[in-house]
């Protein structure tokens, strides 16, 4: 019998997609679910934007472009880095790509072998371990806990180090738990890198979406130049998830060899997207402290009303737009919880473990929806307990 190959049976996806289609068929019966388990901003893309897509769509820019992308973004993405990480790459080590997600994959591909392990968080996003495992390398993980405000700690990652150890992955601001990493944290992850000749990608999708706290990136210490590279993107901030936009920062020699990687899989990203990402990173930022503050908001709300619950206890996350509530009193397992809460309660959210094993006696909820709906949500996991 013809049979796939080893990678394919080991990769994996993501739980979120797995619990909307749930709460769709319930709908489909007629049922009213309140969403929590997608990670999408509640907003549309701002009309700056649109309309310079709407424009290079008028105008044509509809054809192959070079598969690492064009000259205007790459350059609009070196004068954003300059101005918000505070180093100016070479326009060799900007890479674009169709959203951040195969900036993940082609980076982990470029880096790690079979055999090599790979240090990661957990919980923490599954694109990691899931392309991790599909190498054949073995993840190692670094637990977030609560105690730490689910900050990595860099003494955990010094005493998981081994002679096989070819990458760590950094998340800040987190997925799932909002946590967000200080400067000094980072730093030492990145001197740890240096010090034992490892890789660092730093997932930074959600570089602008922080309160009461600064972002910082661990690739400011060698500029992405040698073993750093900077992962981000315009879905969260920019509410542009279904454009497909993303952006690399790596050392040179990796930048040539992702073209060779772009090319095979992906050709390019298309070109009227690019004009709209030159827009974004250029135009008027206004709605982004906007939506930040609508946010915020959100965030006092829910963390304050999952508090109200028996059982649950909730940190204030201090980044994107996640709570990760711990539910160990209630005496359910996380999934059993997360069952709950969509069958009783009709309130779809996510399993902890759907993020990894130290995700156990947590739930994630996705707060990019309305205040009428946290309040709602709130009311019927109240009253699905008693």
Same mark, same amino acid.
């Given at each position: 019998?013809?049979?796939? =190959?080893?990678?394919?049976n080991?990769?994996?996806g993501?739980?979120?997609?797995?619990v *909307?289609a749930?709460?769709q068929? /319930?709908e489909?019966?007629?049922?009213?679910? $309140?969403?929590?388990e997608?990670?999408?901003p509640?907003?549309?893309?701002?009309?700056?934007?649109?309309?310079?897509?709407?424009?290079?769509i008028l105008?044509?820019?509809?054809?192959y472009?070079?598969?690492?992308?064009i000259?205007e973004?790459?350059?609009?993405?070196?004068d954003?880095?300059?101005?918000t990480?505070?180093?100016?790459?070479d326009?060799?080590?900007?890479v674009?790509?169709?959203g951040?997600?195969?900036?993940?994959?082609?980076?982990?591909?470029?880096?790690?072998?079979?055999?090599?392990?790979?240090i990661?968080?957990?919980?923490?996003?599954?694109?990691?371990g =899931?392309?991790?495992?599909?190498?054949?390398a073995?993840?190692?993980?670094?637990?977030?806990?609560?105690?730490?405000?689910?900050?990595?700690?860099?003494? &955990?990652?010094?005493?998981?180090i081994?002679?096989?150890?070819?990458?760590?992955? %950094? #998340?800040?601001?987190?997925?799932?738990t909002?946590?967000?990493?200080t400067?000094?944290?980072?730093?030492e992850?990145?001197?740890?890198?240096? #010090?034992?000749?490892?890789? %660092?990608?730093?997932d930074?999708?959600?570089?602008?979406?922080?309160?009461?706290?600064?972002?910082?990136?661990?690739?400011?210490?060698d500029?992405?130049k040698?073993r750093?590279? /900077?992962?981000d993107g315009f879905?969260?901030?920019?509410?542009?998830?279904?454009?497909?936009?993303?952006?690399? %920062?790596?050392?040179?020699?990796m930048?040539?060899r992702?073209?060779?990687? $772009? %090319?095979?899989?992906?050709?390019?990203?298309?070109a009227?997207?690019?004009?709209?990402?030159?827009?974004?990173?250029?135009? &008027?930022?206004?709605?982004?402290?906007?939506?930040?503050?609508r946010?915020?908001? @959100?965030?006092?709300?829910?963390?304050?009303? $999952?508090? +109200?619950?028996?059982g649950?206890?909730c *940190? =204030?996350?201090k980044?994107?737009?996640y709570?990760?509530?711990?539910? *160990?009193?209630?005496?359910?397992? +996380?999934q059993?919880?997360?069952?709950?809460l969509?069958? @009783?309660?009709?309130?779809?959210?996510?399993?902890?473990?759907a993020?990894?094993?130290y995700g156990?006696?947590y739930l994630r909820?996705?707060?990019?929806t309305?205040?009428? #709906?946290?309040?709602a949500?709130?009311?019927?996991?109240?009253?699905?307990f008693k």
């Open positions: 019998m013809v049979s796939l =190959s080893n990678g394919a080991r990769i994996y993501e739980a979120a997609f797995e *909307l749930k709460a068929e /319930l489909r019966q007629g049922k009213n679910i $309140l969403h929590f997608i990670g999408e509640d907003i549309e893309t701002p009309k700056n934007i649109v309309q310079a897509g709407i424009k290079a105008d044509k820019k509809t054809h472009t070079p598969s690492i992308g000259l973004l790459r350059k609009a993405v070196q954003e880095i300059e101005k990480r505070g180093y100016r790459p326009l060799e080590q900007i674009i790509t169709p951040l997600k195969p900036g993940i994959f082609f980076s982990i591909l470029n880096i790690v072998n079979p055999g090599d392990e790979v990661y968080q957990d919980p923490g996003y599954p694109t990691y =899931s392309v991790t495992s599909f190498l054949g073995k993840g190692v993980l670094i637990p977030l806990l609560e105690e730490n405000e689910f900050r990595m700690n860099p003494n &955990d990652i010094k005493e998981k081994t002679e096989k150890t070819k990458l760590i992955i %950094v #998340n800040s601001p987190q997925n799932p909002g946590s967000v990493m400067k000094s944290e980072l730093e992850i990145a001197e740890i890198a240096e #010090n034992n000749d490892i890789f %660092v990608v730093s930074e999708i959600y570089s602008k979406m922080t309160y009461e706290t600064k972002h910082y990136t661990p690739t400011a210490r500029e992405a040698e750093t590279i /900077l992962l879905s969260k901030y920019y509410a542009m998830t279904g454009w497909r936009l993303g952006y690399m %920062v790596t050392p040179v020699k930048a040539e992702l073209q060779d990687f $772009l %090319v095979s899989a992906i050709s390019c990203t298309a009227f997207t690019q004009w709209a990402g030159i827009e974004a990173l250029t135009g &008027d930022q206004y709605f982004i402290p906007e939506m930040m503050a946010f915020k908001e @959100k965030r006092d709300k829910i963390v304050e009303g $999952l508090n +109200s619950i028996p649950f206890h *940190l =204030s996350p980044g994107a737009f709570t990760f509530p711990n539910i *160990l009193e209630t005496g359910m397992k +996380s059993e919880c997360a069952d709950h969509l069958y @009783k309660a009709n309130v779809a959210c996510l399993p902890g473990t993020f990894g094993p156990e006696g909820f996705s707060y990019a309305t205040l009428e #709906n946290i309040d949500a709130i009311k019927s996991i109240k009253k699905s």
